[in-house]
């Protein structure tokens, strides 16, 4: 399964690829703000992309419905923000899941 990640955070961006390649996914492209996400997107054709809620130039579900829209796939918000509007937001977008991490 080949995975897109989008983090504005180098260090969480790195994590997150350590821990998808552990389990044995293949990370096909990293993003560090939304807007390069839909292009990367449209670029590599992912199965799964993993996105931050909050990033530059254009939030993760703003992404996520481009992303969507052009090609739908599974897409998981992995964030530090658990607010409730971010994650109804997410859930009327069609994101599949939406953890925060403290």
Known sequence: MRVLIAEDESLIRLDLRQLLERAGLEVCAEAHDGEEDVELARE???????????????????AERRMTAERPIPIVIVSAYSELTLVHRAAEAGVYGYSWRR
């Not at 590599?44 to 703003?62: S, T, Y």
């Open 44 to 62: 590599h054709e992912p199965d799964l992309a993993v996105l931050d809620v909050k990033m530059p130039r254009l939030d993760g579900i703003e």
